[in-house]
């Protein structure tokens, strides 16, 4: 279990470092109009919300459509081939795997499964460039939207007996509100291991977590790498676990 998250860290993290090289500023926008400023939020919220709901092949080709759509020119839709996927998305996400085509009813399956949760849409018909796909984000999946509301009421439930008096800060207002204020705050340095970030590589960590009485205040919120988080929230679990 270990080492299968030690990949998908390093599989994130070399996206990361791709989008920061091709999102330079002015870069054209698509219909939708995202924006560099957005996409830390929306590699995120990824992250949070739809990538738990996926298998590591589901994963893969959501990230390789995503790297290919919205973060490459701010638009959402690509046209792709069965053909061109069998390689494509095993070469960006294997160094080694040259050699090692996705099998043509693989690919299949793996869009059908996107289509079903709401991850693509696809938008015409086939021609002999491939398939008009629609990525979409997960603000606008209802799988998302539906996850993330179950995590937020259980992460409240967890929160409430170490409190008695309503808190103020907990929304997730409150936290799009304090996001960039706590990253500029910290000058995009990871407050753990105190490695330089960027836009895109900076995640937020809770001081105190939302299951032990924390909020979303600015004071509570403070940069980290993803290592750094992953490492602490590995550790949150555990002491749950051990306390529970």
Not at 95 to 105: F, M
Not at 124 to 145: F, S
Not at 198 to 212: F, M, Q
Request: with cysteine; proline share 5%.
């Amino acid at each position: 279990m270990l080492c299968k998250m030690n990949e998908r860290l390093e599989q994130i993290r070399k996206l990361l470092g791709e989008l920061e090289v091709e999102m330079k500023p002015g870069a054209r926008a698509g219909d939708r109009d995202f924006s560099a400023l957005e996409l830390p939020l929306i590699i995120q919220q990824i992250v949070d919300d739809l990538q738990p709901q996926l298998s590591p092949y589901d994963a893969a080709f959501y990230w390789f459509l995503f790297r290919h759509s919205i973060a490459k020119d701010g638009d959402p839709h690509l046209r792709v081939s069965t053909r061109h996927l069998r390689t494509a998305v095993v070469k960006s996400s294997y160094s080694q795997a040259d050699e090692s085509p996705v099998s043509l009813g693989k690919v299949q399956d793996t869009l059908r499964a996107l289509e079903g949760i709401g991850a693509i849409r696809k938008e015409g018909e086939p021609n002999r460039d491939g398939t008009l796909y629609r990525v979409l984000i997960p603000e606008e999946i209802e799988a998302c939207r539906k996850y993330r509301a179950e995590r937020t009421a259980a992460e409240r439930a967890a929160a409430e007996p170490q409190f008695k008096f309503p808190r103020s800060g907990i929304g997730d207002d409150a936290l799009r509100e304090n996001r960039t204020k706590a990253y500029q705050r910290d000058g995009y340095i990871c407050r753990y291991c105190q490695k330089q970030l960027t836009r895109l590589t900076a995640t937020l960590d809770h001081v105190k977590p939302i299951a032990e009485g924390g909020d979303n205040s600015l004071e509570n919120l403070v940069t980290a790498c993803l290592d750094c988080n992953a490492k602490r929230n590995k550790s949150i679990s555990r002491n749950s676990l051990a306390t529970s």
